[in-house]
């Protein structure tokens, strides 16, 4: 007979392997290593990154240029919307500027708001070191009829 305990360690290592796999997968977003972006977490519907501000993120008002948002957004979104094994791709998407930001780290959280065999819908929500919100993305993916195989990033 199993024990639970087992049955959760083996769990808990498969998805930790998975993660690592996923995390791997995207360092080939080739724009987002540049931009100095960083895939914390990533699971189905579900993910997290970081940038860390830099001067080459500032736009000539010395905030965080939009693009440098947007990428960061995106990035979570590609992470989570593709992180069933199941390729999806972005056909909509919109961000909505709240707050400025000028120094320290931004975190993006990504979150699936719906999802059926073609398509899904997700949030993003970047926020600086005090937690506040600096901005809301939305997108949306299709989801195509091929698989990703993340053993081999």
């Known amino acids: 007979m199993k024990s639970d305990f087992a049955d959760n ?15 791997n997968f995207f360092k080939k977003d ?11 977490e990533a699971s189905p519907g579900y993910a997290k990154a970081r940038m860390e501000i830099e001067e080459k993120h500032l736009n000539a008002l ?4 939009g693009g440098a948002l947007f990428t960061l957004a995106d990035l979570a979104f590609a992470a989570a919307s593709n992180a069933y094994g199941i390729a999806a791709v972005g056909i909509n998407s919109n961000i909505s500027f709240v707050k400025a930001a000028t ?5 993006a ?3 699936e708001t719906s ?8 949030t993003v929500n970047i926020t600086d070191d005090e937690g506040d919100l600096v901005a809301i993305f939305q997108g949306m993916v299709y989801r195509k009829k091929f698989t990703l195989d993340f053993s081999e990033a």
């Not at 059926?116 to 819908?121: F, G, L, Y």
């Open 9 to 23: 360690t083996l769990l808990a290592l498969t998805g930790a392997i998975i993660m690592e796999n996923l995390i």
């Open 30 to 40: 080739k724009f987002a290593m540049h931009s100095g972006i960083q895939l914390l």
């Open 62 to 65: 010395r905030a965080v240029q």
């Open 103 to 107: 120094k320290g780290t931004l975190i």
């Open 109 to 111: 959280e990504a979150k």
């Open 115 to 122: 999802i059926n065999p073609k398509i899904a819908t997700y």
